[in-house]
């Protein structure tokens, strides 16, 4: 049974930090291309980050780059997202997405930046 957890969400103040985890089980973890993709409040789904299998080629969207970090870890099955210099246009339910012939899904974590 395939499964994506993420944790790591809650509310922060402007400036402020998180860090994102999302375990994966029921499929090669390390076989996958892992994306975090959020949606914020009434807003369509927006990619933020991705990272291949090899965890050597990353990528951010523009909105992120210099204060996001997408890293996995293969051995322990779980992908991360360091958010530094988070902004309340951050605020966004974040999904772990994972991509190969076929995507998987998490529930998503909350994510709140207000002061």
């Known amino acids: 049974q395939v499964q994506l957890v993420e944790s790591g969400g809650g509310l922060v103040q402007p400036g402020g930090s998180l860090r994102l985890s999302c375990a994966a089980s029921?499929?090669?973890?390390?076989?996958?291309?892992m994306s975090w993709v959020r949606q914020a409040p009434d807003k369509g789904l927006e990619w933020v980050s991705g990272?291949?299998?090899?965890?050597?080629?990353?990528y951010y969207a523009d909105s992120v780059k210099g204060r996001f970090t997408i890293s996995r870890d293969n051995a322990k099955n779980t992908l991360y997202l360091q958010m530094n210099s988070l902004k309340p246009e951050d605020t966004a339910l974040y999904y772990c997405?994972?991509?190969?012939?076929?995507?998987?899904w998490g529930q998503g974590t909350q994510v709140t930046v207000s002061s």
């Open positions: 997405n994972a991509r190969r012939v076929v995507d998987y």
């Open positions: 029921g499929f090669t973890f390390s076989s996958y291309a």
């Open positions: 990272i291949y299998s090899g965890s050597s080629d990353k």
